[in-house]
């Protein structure tokens, strides 16, 4: 079955320090893969995605992710979290039938 | 401004009484898509639309009715409400005909079923 997993509920990271949010999927070819960030009442908002090519790929606020295949993972990093950074945040997987799957997500604290 | 615009943004309403949750998007979106959000479980797609009059079911249809019979509009019908329908409901939208592709979201729908 395809799945999405975020092993990691709730982390907290001082800030300035470096942080890396887990997500693994469960998937024979290579599907499409997204970061989302969530803010308290917010919607959504799309961090970055991945298609094809470059397994490295940057997106907003400083946030980047890289694709390994070889792992079926997909983690998002930052090297220096702002406080501004403490939200939620979901890994998702568009499969090629119109299936889209989002992990569990990931809470992040940022401590003073 | 580009935006899907979710309405109500909060609702309390008893169990049995016929509610919907509208969904508006101003981008000429073809893909719409509701999802409901609940703790630990992320998001769930209850049903999707990848064009107008086409309609499909999520993984947790259930319980819920929607209708595409403009490009804009999804609302999400909840014909006989029930306690476990409690949920943080979003409805997003992507400018392709499938869900492989960033989706912008509203911000949110929490529904209280007593």
């Known amino acids: 079955a395809q799945s999405v997993t975020q092993p990691d509920i709730h982390i907290t990271v001082s800030e300035g320090a470096s942080l890396e949010l887990r997500c693994n999927y469960s998937y024979g070819a290579t599907p499409y893969l997204f970061w989302y960030v969530q803010s308290p009442g917010q919607g959504l908002q799309l961090l970055l995605k991945y298609f094809s090519g470059d397994t490295l790929v940057q997106g907003i606020k400083g946030f980047e992710a890289e694709f390994k295949r070889s792992q079926s993972s997909f983690n998002l990093r930052k090297p220096s979290v702002h406080w501004s950074d403490a939200a939620e945040y979901f890994c998702a997987v568009g499969y090629n039938n119109n299936d889209m799957r989002f992990g569990a997500g990931t809470r992040l604290t940022v401590k003073p | 401004e580009a935006q899907v615009t979710q309405n109500p943004r909060y609702l309390i309403t008893v169990t049995g009484k016929k509610l919907t949750v509208t969904c508006s998007q101003n981008m000429n979106h073809e893909y719409m898509s509701w999802y409901r959000q609940d703790p630990g479980l992320g998001l769930r797609q209850i049903y999707y639309?990848?064009?107008?009059?086409?309609?499909d079911k999520g993984d947790v249809p259930e319980g819920y009715k929607v209708s595409r019979k403009e490009k804009r509009n999804f609302p999400l019908i909840l014909e006989s409400p029930s306690p476990n329908q409690t949920s943080l409901y979003f409805c997003a939208s992507s400018d392709q005909k499938n869900s492989n592709q960033p989706q912008h979201f509203g911000d949110g729908t929490r529904l209280s079923i007593l």
């Open positions: 639309s990848m064009n107008v009059e086409v309609t």
